[in-house]
């Protein structure tokens, strides 16, 4: 058993050349080396330091996958998959090189077995992609991580969202997988069945593992149906607490909310500047409700005795379909709205989910610390599930506020961790949260480590991600 995390890698520059030699005879103009894909391929979306790969190959089918991870373990070379690149702490990133193995080009729906409530995808095609595929069934596939993420991706990271307080997050939303594993041979991790006692559970294994046990290529997902009726709406608060002691009441409640989101007054001020709204600035819930129509009635009339409870006021329900686009659609550009706050500023976002009767606590506390550290920030939240986003906008010329920010991120990170929860609710640990992880998971964490030196011994898969000190 191992007891102390350590996996190391040494770069070979040669192996590399070689493989990328042989890329370029099997995949001509499919294969790269060229400066701006490799950039684009390493990570972008986060302050943490862009590592380019050595090259990009554009991959067809599985097949082609595990032709490019066979040759690539024969030479040692590293292999990193890429979506749509919209990850936030550094899953991209290439500290060793290596190549970048994406697949967008994989966007096929496979097959819908709308009788049985799935469906199964290859790793490229998005949510949105699929939403729009699926639209003459009656079904829709729930999780909304914000971003249109490609479903390989979003299963690789356990991706959630806005829905998933009512849905679940994609760990109780995939089904099956198919996966190439380091060694190149391609693997089914279960059946279409709704449920199974046979064999270890490999489907939640990979769902999570961020590409570095294996590339998974096709995703057999659960559908759920359009619901009969679908009311959003949103009210004010007078602070911060009132508003999630609002959210903690509605799930104790069992009210079956679909989701109910947390924009504090900064996030509203940038919403209202940027989507050209005229929200009242304080903490504000928006909240949409699924079901029949009695039964979404019934919801907005117990969430509404809720908010009257906890001080909340203003609460207005909207039924139709475009009054509720508007407002989920200034949430969803929230990342890109807070910018209007600080003009040419640097983001650096970061998540942490606590139980949900932690919630109004940790969050309170994550805002004081924001006002006295005087930082230009905003908090979102899906506190349905207790999981809150805080936004930093940094001056990207000011390395004392780089420093101040990491302590901060810290802080945050420490804090939702001792309240027994965790230091990241579905951005993922990539290389940014590595270092939490052993205060995270403790004695645990050894055997994360003993799984992937199992799995991927030479240590190709996506290296330098997740488990700390595994270079």
């Not at 096929?108 to 049985?116: I, K, L, R």
């Not at 270890?200 to 769902?207: A, C, F, K, Q, S």
């Not at 961020?210 to 998974?216: D, N, P, Q, R, V």
């Not at 409870?309 to 379909?321: I, K, L, P, V, Y």
């Amino acid at each position: 058993m191992v007891t102390e995390p350590h996996f190391s890698r040494v770069r070979d520059d040669a192996a590399t050349a070689a493989v990328c030699d042989m890329l370029k005879q099997r995949f001509d103009d499919r294969f790269t080396t060229g400066a701006s894909f490799r950039e684009q391929h390493g990570h972008t979306t986060t302050n943490l330091k862009n590592q380019m790969p050595d090259g990009v190959v554009f991959v067809k089918n599985t097949q082609e996958v595990s032709d490019v991870v066979t040759l690539c373990n024969e030479h040692d070379v590293p292999v990193i998959a890429f979506g749509t690149g919209s990850s936030l702490e550094g899953h991209l990133n290439a500290p060793f090189g290596g190549i970048s193995i994406d697949l967008s080009q994989m966007n096929a729906v496979v097959e819908v077995h709308p009788e049985d409530l799935n469906c199964t995808v290859e790793a490229g095609v998005t949510r949105k992609q699929l939403n729009d595929y699926l639209r003459d069934t009656g079904l829709f596939f729930p999780i909304d991580p914000g971003a249109d993420a490609s479903f390989g991706g979003m299963a690789a990271t356990r991706a959630s969202g806005t829905n998933a307080v009512r849905y679940g997050t994609m760990k109780d939303n995939v089904v099956s997988l198919k996966a190439v594993m380091p060694d190149g041979k391609i693997i089914t991790t279960a059946s279409r069945a709704k449920k199974s006692s046979a064999g270890y559970d490999l489907t939640r294994l990979l769902v999570g593992s961020e590409g570095t046990l294996g590339i998974i290529t096709e995703v057999t997902l659960k559908l759920s149906g359009i619901p009969q009726a679908i009311a959003g709406g949103m009210c004010g608060f007078p602070d911060l607490e009132s508003a999630c002691n609002a959210t903690i009441m509605t799930i104790q409640c069992g009210i079956p909310i679909a989701r109910i989101e947390l924009l504090d007054v900064m996030q509203i001020r940038a919403c209202n500047l940027y989507s050209k709204l005229d929200l009242v600035e304080r903490p504000t819930l928006l909240v949409e409700f699924h079901g029949t129509e009695t039964g979404v009635a019934e919801q907005i009339e117990l969430f509404g005795e809720i908010v009257a409870d906890c001080g909340g006021s203003d609460f207005q329900s909207a039924s139709r379909a475009e009054d509720r686009t508007k407002l989920w659609t200034a949430r969803h550009d929230a990342y890109w709205a807070s910018h209007e706050l600080r003009p040419g500023a640097k983001g650096i976002s970061t998540d942490a989910c606590v139980p949900i009767s932690r919630l109004a606590e940790c969050v309170t506390q994550t805002q004081q610390d924001l006002e006295d550290n005087g930082f230009v920030a905003t908090t979102v939240g899906h506190v349905g599930d207790g999981n809150f986003h805080v936004l930093l906008l940094l001056d990207p010329e000011s390395p004392a506020e780089q420093e101040k920010a990491d302590a901060f991120l810290s802080r945050l990170a420490h804090r939702a961790i001792s309240m027994g929860g965790t230091c990241t609710g579905e951005h993922g640990v990539g290389q940014g949260k590595m270092k939490y992880m052993l205060e995270e998971f403790g004695p645990a964490l050894a055997y994360m480590v003993a799984i992937k030196q199992a799995i991927d011994p030479k240590n190709i898969m996506n290296p330098g991600k997740m488990l700390p000190n595994l270079g």
